[in-house]
């Protein structure tokens, strides 16, 4: 039924230069890097010096301080949305949309680069709590994008564009080893926050790229003069001995557990702010006219509320978020009671010390305010993420406890006759990975604190506050990408989650599409420009016929737009014109022989409308000729009983967008990504009592579950979280704890 042509240019074919293609991506993104760390720094700097020179009068050291990060975000806002929209944002969350197959216009061309790039070292040096890790991950791919368009230009394996995706799998790779330095939690947390399955021969190749760019960007560090050696970006020095007790994984597990509620709050905290801003139409009206008015505003709220001599002495708001996690990540303890006078070190942390407060109101007030600041500051319109604002959380709150548990255990915890003190560093390790973890629904945060702080002391305690955190955080809220993917309406598949056994009763047939578009091994070349206007799908099914409507495969829609160019195409046309002038010539001629002609006909083209018009109409009533047009005589399809929950599956694994349902060989119908992502979202709106906001969402359709019930779904679902939890923590006390302490811990 089709005949096939088949490429043999040996292009297309896998080379041994193959696997050198993430070296392009090394040296690009390790310099990009660095324009986006330095710089940043030099301008904190730069404003605290000038706040400093200024401390004759607080009104111009107010004034100082809020001005200087209104200008750069008001500059970053600006720039980014005059020279590319698309640079707003974390951008990982499109780049999980583009990893599974979607086409994003504009998302990873220069301008976006010089946008990101530009926007993000803006925004950074603000010194707002805004993250980095994201549109790393972001500028990462442009360069992985615009080498692989600029490389093609030299033939090779960039021809080929079925390399693009695995190049842009190790950029995304690339991008968080740049940042922190972490080329292994790079590697692991970009296939987690990107990939629902993952090609392992893509594995090596992330780890290469990422290892060697975040050689170079330390280096660079070294060169700099910024860094004596390549070391951790925040060293610790805990002891390695005796890091912790057994007797100590209880705080660490209730610090996981409280991350998870803490991760889930965040997130939909961040959500109902962009969901109220665009509810109250009259405001977004406002703000759509005066863009650079909310980033003005919200600037303004968090550099009043930091500034130092106010309301930020209370919660050290001159730290930046470096010193502030250098500061929290000290071994050393505060101070044995958390009172003013026994505080013992100075330097930065002296920031936390307060004449009229202990060191647990400030870091509870720190955690509070960055908490809230942080959700909101990560809705201005600039390049920014939203990782190190939430891991400078998690770490003030694990500080908390470390801090809480030295002051219940002044003299520490007695084991075997010796005596070793609390550690609260290490608990600010715990909770900065728990918390990061939660957000994001990642495991590998873990392995990014072992590579930000250079030890792997407290390897089980981080394991275990990640694991829990995490199952708190999936059972009650999405990730933060995939919040932001709903708010954006992303065409995204997301994931089924616990529970919803009603996957494996729903049937394709159940929400498949009937009416489909289709075109007949007979047709003619009007049916498919009919087609081609009616619709808009990528491809059309080829039937056998409309009475037997035998599934032979499927045409891409620029193929049937070859066809109907080649049956109307211009030299066919001009052909025709001649052909019938030439017939005219000779007519006139016969009738002319044996008289004077009064008249020649003109020898050139005539081109009268309507004899075209007359032509293109018998030119669209002929048959198709498929011989030569490509066809996929093996378009993915589904019988009408496959479940859903296969079907999803399927989805993931392969990242098709449609597919057809057949029934013994027939079409009945097609099933597409919305018609299962908007189920899927319909069942996580009801188990998590969540009613849509208006009639006209597209997230999907309304719950059916209303009233007491919502709460009941809830109650019950959590219940059975903190259960499961329980008996975990239980066992693990049994096993781990000695004997004589283990009553007095389970009572």
Request: hydrophobic share 45%; net charge positive; charged share 20%.
């Amino acid at each position: 039924y089709c005949y096939l042509r088949t490429n043999n240019n040996p292009t297309c074919r896998p080379k041994k230069s193959d696997q050198l293609s993430p070296a392009h991506l090394i040296i690009s993104c390790a310099l990009t890097s660095k324009p986006d760390f330095f710089p940043p720094s030099l301008s904190l700097a730069a404003q605290k010096w000038m706040y400093g020179g200024l401390d004759t009068n607080v009104f111009l050291q107010y004034m100082a301080w809020i001005t200087y990060p209104i200008v750069l975000i008001t500059f970053s806002a600006g720039f980014t949305q005059i020279l590319a929209p698309q640079a707003v944002g974390s951008g990982i969350p499109e780049m999980k949309t583009i990893l599974r197959g979607v086409v994003l216009k504009e998302y990873l061309t220069l301008k976006t680069f010089v946008a990101k790039v530009i926007g993000l070292t803006c925004a950074l040096g603000s010194g707002m709590p805004l993250g980095k890790e994201g549109p790393f991950v972001h500028i990462a791919s442009m360069c992985a994008a615009l080498l692989s368009k600029f490389l093609s230009v030299f033939g090779g394996i960039y021809e080929n564009e079925s390399r693009n995706i695995e190049m842009l799998a190790a950029a995304c790779a690339v991008g968080v080893g740049c940042c922190f330095a972490a080329p292994i939690g790079g590697v692991l947390f970009s296939i987690e926050v990107t990939s629902t399955f993952f090609a392992v021969r893509n594995y090596w190749r992330g780890f290469f790229a990422a290892t060697f760019s975040a050689f170079i960007f330390r280096v660079l560090a070294v060169w700099n003069k910024d860094e004596e050696t390549i070391t951790a970006l925040f060293k610790t020095r805990f002891r390695l001995d005796f890091p912790f007790d057994l007797q100590e994984l209880p705080a660490f597990a209730v610090i996981g557990i409280a991350s998870g509620f803490g991760g889930a709050l965040f997130v939909y905290f961040n959500r109902k702010i962009v969901q109220f801003m665009r509810k109250q139409k009259t405001i977004n009206r406002f703000l759509m006219k005066k863009r650079l008015l909310f980033p003005a505003l919200v600037t303004f709220l968090i550099a009043t509320l930091t500034f130092p001599p106010g309301f930020g002495q209370f919660m050290a708001g001159q730290l930046t978020q470096k010193e502030t996690l250098v500061t929290l990540f000290d071994n050393r303890t505060w101070a044995k009671q958390g009172l003013a006078e026994e505080f013992e070190f100075g330097g930065v942390s002296e920031a936390w010390k307060h004449p009229r407060a202990n060191v647990f109101v400030t870091l509870v007030v720190f955690i509070l305010m960055k908490f809230w600041m942080s959700a909101l500051a990560t809705t201005i319109p600039v390049p920014c993420g939203a990782f190190m604002p939430v891991f400078v959380i998690g770490a003030a709150f694990g500080r908390l406890m470390g801090e809480s548990m030295a002051a219940w255990f002044p003299d520490g915890i007695h084991t075997d006759s010796n005596i070793y003190r609390i550690v609260p560093g290490g608990y600010a390790v715990v909770g900065a990975a728990a918390l990061s973890g939660a957000v994001t629904h990642t495991v590998s945060t873990a392995v990014i604190v072992f590579e930000l702080t250079g030890q792997i002391s407290h390897i089980l305690p981080v394991m275990i506050a990640v694991i829990l955190a995490n199952a708190v955080a999936q059972s009650l809220q999405p990730s933060l990408y995939d919040s932001i993917i709903r708010i954006k309406k992303l065409p995204y598949l997301p994931e089924l989650g616990w529970g919803h056994q009603e996957k494996y009763n729903v049937r394709v047939e159940d929400i498949m599409v009937r009416d489909v578009r289709y075109i007949t091994l007979n047709c003619r070349y009007r049916d498919l420009q009919d087609a081609l206007h009616s619709t808009k799908m990528k491809s059309l099914a080829l039937v056998e016929s409309a009475e037997s409507m035998i599934l032979l495969g499927s045409v891409d829609r620029t193929q049937i737009g070859s066809l109907l160019h080649d049956q109307l195409s211009y030299v066919r046309r001009r052909q025709f014109m001649q052909e019938k002038t030439r017939l005219e010539h000779r007519d006139a001629e016969k009738s002319q022989e044996n008289k004077e002609p009064h008249h020649v006909p003109d020898t050139g083209v005539r081109f009268q409308v309507t004899g075209v018009m007359e032509w293109e109409e018998r030119q669209l009533d002929q048959l198709v000729n498929f011989n030569n047009c490509k066809i996929d005589p093996a378009p993915f399809q589904l019988v009408e009983r496959t479940s859903l929950h296969k079907t999803h599956t399927i989805f993931s694994l392969l990242g098709v967008d449609h597919a057809y349902v057949t029934s013994i060989g027939r079409l009945i119908g097609m099933v597409s990504l919305k018609e299962v992502s908007t189920l899927v979202v319909h069942w996580q709106q009801v188990w998590t009592a969540e009613v849509p906001e208006s009639k006209d969402s597209d997230e999907g359709p309304a719950c059916g579950v209303q009233g007491w019930g919502q709460d009941y779904q809830r109650a019950e679902c959590c219940l059975q979280t903190l259960w499961r939890l329980a008996a975990m923590m239980k066992s693990t006390l049994r096993s781990l704890c000695p004997v004589h302490v283990q009553a007095g811990l389970l009572e």
